[in-house]
Nanobody, 122 residues
Framework: QVQLVESGGGLVQAGGSRRLSCAAS????????VGWFRQAPGKERECVAT????????YYADAVKGRFTISRDNAKNTVYLQMNSLKPEDTAVYYC???????????????WGQGTQVTVSS
């Protein structure tokens, strides 16, 4: 069992930065692949970024590539999403997710956080 709790959401101006954190429970968290998803009003939830066990296993959606960075600190059981050059279209509820499979974490992760709202004003 893994429990995920996101934090760091809020209101930010366009062009600004924000870092989201996801604190995870569980002694074996380092064995899980992790990801960040987002869901904007009226839109489907989409995968933003995933991270397996090394930087070679990162994935970014085209919409955020070059602006967002996913990372993890296994010693702290925490996953981060650094968001730079934010745009109004990045406004969404952001969710942290985890799964034992790197493939599944992008499409159907087993564990989800409760979400944190990010609002980018123009």
């Amino acid at each position: 069992q893994v429990q995920l709790v996101e934090s760091g959401g809020g209101l930010v101006q366009a062009g600004g930065s924000r870092r989201l954190s996801c604190a995870a429970s569980g002694r074996t968290f380092s064995r899980y692949a992790v990801g960040w998803f987002r869901q904007a009003p009226g839109k489907e939830r989409e995968c933003v970024a995933t991270y397996g066990w090394t930087t070679l296993t990162t994935y970014y959606a085209d919409a955020v590539k070059g602006r967002f960075t996913i990372s993890r600190d296994n010693a702290k059981n925490t996953v981060y999403l650094q968001m730079n050059s934010l745009k109004p279209e990045d406004t969404a509820v952001y969710y942290c997710a985890a799964d034992r499979s790197l493939t599944n974490v992008r499409s159907r992760p087993e564990y989800w956080g409760q979400g944190t709202q990010v609002t980018v004003s123009s």
